[in-house]
Structure formats: structure tokens, C-alpha cells
């Protein structure tokens, strides 16, 4: 049964950071594309970033790139998005999420449907 835990949520700042992490069991980190998406309230789902399977190249939603680093652990089998110079409209929950067994173009990896499992989400709030 592959099962993905986000954790790492909380309050922070205006300017500030946090790392969000996702424990993978049933799957590998590295064996699947991996992403993290985010629902604000009141919004739908958005893409936040992705890693490709088997590869170390990266995506990144143009809101979030130069300031967001998405990244694998594969000795603990874990993913992490490292958030810094956070912003009010960060203020979202984050999932994190796993493909299957397919190996998807570019392109695909920015879409929901891509994704097979999914996490229960962590909840940031930047605020003052």
C-alpha cells in the first residue's frame, strides 16, 4: 500500500521560511515523480513544483521559482520543499504527490491528473 505524510507546517512570517517534508512508504522517491501542490482557501488546487522520476531535473510554478527548492532524501525516502522569502498568498495547504508507473513528458507533470497518490496536505499560514 503506498502511503505519503506531509508534515512540516505552521505559522510563519512575512520574508520568512519553512520546510515542508513528505514520507513516502510503498514507493520510492526516486523511482516515481514526485510534486508538491497547494489549495488557499477559497481556491482550486495549484501546481507548486515537481521532480521528474529517475532524474534530478526540477519544475517550478513561475509564482514560486527563485525562492521555493524542491528536493529528495533517498536515504530516508523523503521529499522536502524548502519555502523561503514567503508571502501572504503562500498561506495555503500543501500536499505532496506521486505519480505511477508511467514515465511523463514535461508537460504533465504541472497537472494534477498526472498524479496517482497523494498526501493529506500540512498547512502554512504566513501572517503577521
Known amino acids: 500500500d503506498v502511503q505519503l505524510q506531509a508534515s512540516g507546517g505552521g505559522l510563519v512570517q512575512p520574508g520568512g521560511s519553512l520546510r515542508l517534508s513528505c514520507s513516502a512508504s510503498?514507493?520510492?522517491?526516486?523511482?516515481?515523480?514526485m510534486a508538491w501542490f497547494r489549495r488557499a482557501p477559497g481556491t482550486e488546487r495549484e501546481f507548486v513544483a515537481a521532480?521528474?522520476?529517475?532524474?534530478?531535473?526540477?519544475y517550478y510554478a513561475t509564482s514560486v521559482k527563485g525562492r521555493y527548492t524542491i528536493s529528495r532524501d533517498l536515504a530516508n525516502n523523503r521529499m522536502y520543499l524548502q519555502m523561503n522569502t514567503l508571502t501572504p498568498e503562500g498561506t495555503a495547504v500543501y500536499y505532496c504527490?506521486?505519480?505511477?508507473?508511467?514515465?511523463?513528458?514535461?508537460?504533465?507533470?504541472?497537472?494534477?491528473?498526472?498524479?496517482?497518490?497523494w498526501g493529506q496536505g500540512t498547512l502554512v499560514t504566513v501572517s503577521s
Open positions: 510503498g514507493l520510492t522517491v526516486s523511482g516515481n515523480g
Open positions: 504527490a506521486a505519480t505511477g508507473m508511467g514515465n511523463p513528458i514535461m508537460s504533465s507533470y504541472y497537472r494534477p491528473s498526472t498524479y496517482l497518490y
Open positions: 521532480m521528474r522520476k529517475g532524474s534530478t531535473a526540477t
